[in-house]
């Protein structure tokens, strides 16, 4: 067994849209990351930056253009119909609208037990029962919960039924995209220390996907940072908190409100103007380069490559210059 | 503040009746507004927050019923008519909601949407009306305003949008600004220019700013004082500042708390209220904080505690005496 759960390579990920032969959104491009065993990945970046099209494809619930992730021995996007089948087993997700992504007409007790039902066949009634209520012990759920519908459940118990039925299988991989970003703000903190204590009970391998930054620095070893499906930064959490090497990480932790007064109001300087380009018409060069506050005549022309600069992965072509003020 | 308050609401309460009784919204909420005042209105979701906007606008559903005051400048709007209200909503005061897509016609262009208001309210002509909206999208900071004008909604990215919707609700010069979590659907980078660009209105045109969010970090960013809400109540009330540094209440201090931070000692486990938002339509006979609250005692259960002032500017509904703590049951 190596020590990454998964290895992923310039995955691209590509839609051609209705409306012109041409007309293609590249979504992802060429994005790579290693999430060591046992290890949580933070993918952090605002709408449109990609990152639940690579959640999406790695699943592949969209098909990837090119690219390999290799999990388990395999390359998941080359999988067939059968064995793809069978590795799910080892690979679920938890989505953000929790109430969405359950079954209004089954009961609690249906929707934990569903994978057992498809993945352990030879599991009788009795067993079944027996793994679902240790499971929902586990997540927080009430025996007497066990045949009620998802509607009877506020935002957060609806989570924990989600992630009680993408943990039923053990898997080695849990994807969560915006797992607590839908949720009331009492709740968030329930269930982000709960993801975080079975991660850890069960050594799961996780890819968090969120805009949250505080809540991938809570719950994350190592971020990524997407900007219009480009990779722009990848460090250990504690660098990346600390030292971002990217101006737009810098600008993403400036622009986080700071829950104290004195200290928001203290900051001062403008936030980062712009928007986010349109994915049909990226900016040539670097991206970010139309927002970036140190952009250069050469990041109009040449894609910064993701090199080396302290702790950090950073595609900037100014990373790492002495007494650059970011 | 000394000042007569431009906007003052009295025991406020709505209610929804139904055949399984009445689900109180909102329940004898009191607040003054003085010119100027950016206040921030926090609280989850079934906490009544968007209720009190509503009931501001008269805009509350159909069947709600509403008790007790809401004077704005002197003028009772508690069962006013639609003549009335209809004079106060958008000419004095004016709405921005969370989505800025469902809040712009689609099949229109902006120009039409925005000289709308213009004409109607301000009886400008054609011409006089589509310089003003240049003006206008000028103000909130629109980058070339007059093709903007000419475009559709769906044209615009989300940001835009929503500067949009802000410059719709400055066409009369309201003297107040409600906003209903004008920032949530937004991202990170343009909250933050969304919140410059409301305290620089504030500012600039002295209009007081009602905001109302989830979001403890977006009250800290713009607001001047603060009320909490819970259930239907408003559970404290402070300036911002003692707010933050002093919170007498146990759920302002567990939200207070459990807010994960950039910054730092990173804590193993994120402190967090336990239980769930409760349902507004069985709320429990007490305070309605209760079944989650660590210092919850017979008291509680009996009557819902009022709101009593602990500080100049500060005030809380709690019975508990001592020093507060977070950890839940």
């Known amino acids: ?326 | 503040m000394s000042s007569t308050p431009l906007l003052k609401i009295s025991e406020l309460s709505v209610g929804y009746p139904s055949r399984a009784g009445t689900t109180r919204a909102l329940d004898r909420v009191s607040l003054d507004l003085s010119p100027g005042e950016f206040l921030g209105i926090v609280g989850e979701s079934g906490s009544g927050k968007t209720q009190l906007l509503l009931a501001m606008l008269g805009l509350n559903a159909q069947g709600a019923q509403l008790a007790g005051s809401i004077s704005y400048r002197g003028h009772e709007l508690v069962g006013a008519s639609q003549r009335t209200l209809a004079s106060v909503r958008g000419r004095r005061i004016g709405m921005i909601f969370q989505d800025p897509m469902t809040a712009l016609n689609p099949y229109l262009t902006v120009g039409t949407q925005v000289t709308e208001g213009l004409r109607l309210h301000q009886k400008l002509g054609r011409k006089a009306a589509w310089r003003r909206a240049i003006e206008l999208l000028e103000a909130v900071q629109i980058p070339e305003p007059e093709r903007r004008l000419g475009q559709h909604p769906h044209e615009l990215s989300g940001g835009m949008r929503q500067r949009i919707v802000i410059a719709m609700a400055l066409i009369c010069e309201p003297d107040i600004l409600l906003a209903d979590e004008p920032t949530t659907a937004l991202d990170v980078t343009v909250q933050a220019q969304i919140l410059a660009l409301l305290r620089e209105l504030r500012t600039r045109t002295r209009a007081a700013i009602v905001l109302v969010t989830h979001d403890l970090g977006v009250i800290a960013e713009v607001a001047d004082r603060v009320l909490v809400m819970y259930a239907g109540r408003v559970v404290e009330q402070a300036g911002v500042e003692e707010l933050f540094s002093s919170a007498r209440h146990p759920y302002t201090l567990g939200l207070r708390r459990s807010i994960a931070e950039l910054d730092g000692p990173l804590p193993e486990r994120l402190p967090s209220i336990g239980g769930n938002p409760p349902n507004p339509a069985a709320l429990p006979a007490g305070c309605a904080f209760a079944p989650r609250c660590a210092q919850a005692f017979e008291r509680c259960l009996g009557t819902p505690p009022p709101l009593v002032s602990v500080a100049p500017g500060h005030a809380r509904a709690c019975y508990f005496e001592g020093k507060l703590e977070v950890s839940a049951p």
């Not at chain 1, 460090?235 to 409100?257: E, G, I």
């Open chain 1, 1 to 326: 067994m190596s020590a990454a759960a998964l290895e992923v390579r310039d995955l691209t990920v590509r839609f051609a849209l209705a409306g012109g032969r041409h007309r293609v959104l590249q979504a992802v491009t060429n994005v790579g990351f290693t999430l060591p065993r046992g290890e949580t990945l933070g993918i952090v970046g605002e709408s449109g930056s990609g990152k639940s099209t690579i959640a999406r494809a790695l699943l592949r619930l969209v098909p990837a253009s090119a690219g390999v992730a290799r999990f388990r021995g395999v390359d998941l996007l080359a999988l067939e119909h059968e064995p793809l089948r069978a590795m799910r087993e080892h690979l679920q997700i938890i989505f953000q609208d929790p109430l969405a992504s359950l079954d209004p007409r089954m009961r609690v007790a249906q929707i934990i037990e569903e994978p057992l039902l498809e993945f352990r066949p030879r599991l009788n009634a009795q067993a079944r029962r027996t793994l679902v209520l240790a499971m929902m012990e586990r997540v927080g759920l009430l025996h007497s919960h066990l045949n009620r519908y998802p509607h009877e459940f506020s935002g957060g118990q609806a989570q924990r039924i989600g992630i009680a039925r993408a943990l039923m299988l053990e898997p080695e991989l849990l994807v969560c995209d915006e797992p607590i970003s839908a949720l009331d703000v009492s709740i968030k903190s329930q269930i982000a220390n709960l993801l975080k204590d079975l991660q850890k009970q069960l050594h799961l391998s996780v890819l968090f996907i969120a805009h949250d930054l505080a809540a991938v620095r809570f719950s994350c070893e190592r971020v990524l940072v997407l900007y219009l499906g480009r990779v722009m930064e990848i460090a250990p959490r504690d660098a990346l908190f600390s030292a971002p090497h990217h101006p737009y990480t810098r600008a993403l932790l400036q622009s986080v409100p700071i829950p104290d007064p004195r200290r928001a109001r203290a900051r001062g300087g403008a936030p980062l103007g712009g928007e986010i380009p349109s994915p049909l018409a990226p900016p040539s060069g670097c991206v970010f380069r139309t927002r970036c506050p140190i952009a250069e005549a050469r990041c109009a022309e040449q894609v910064p490559e993701l090199r080396t600069v302290g702790d950090s992965k950073v595609a900037c072509h100014r990373a790492g210059e002495p007494g650059l003020n970011l």
